[in-house]
């Protein structure tokens, strides 16, 4: 496996109607998510605890709610904010 990142359950369902300047923003956030996750668990498909709790992170003034699943080897989106008009 390699490690990703998706929105979950489906890009329309997460992030539907926000500006596609912030979706980028939140797309680049979640590629260096995705590195960092790599670096910290070498082999995820043999991480044996649960894993990280639910994390929030400010993204061009908006905001993403995003959880890591070790053994999937996966960076989950699962909500974005954009930032208020």
Do not use: I
Request: hydrophobic share 45%.
């Amino acid at each position: 496996m390699s490690w990703s990142w998706e929105y979950l359950p489906s890009e329309e369902h997460v992030a539907g109607g926000a500006a596609a300047g912030f979706l980028a923003a939140v797309e680049r956030k979640a590629a260096e998510l995705v590195r960092a996750a790599e670096a910290l668990y070498l082999d995820g498909t043999r991480y044996e605890s649960s894993g990280e709790p639910m994390q929030y992170l400010d993204v061009a003034g908006g905001l993403a709610a995003y959880y890591v699943v070790p053994r999937l080897e996966l960076v989950v989106v699962c909500q974005v904010t954009p930032p208020a008009a």
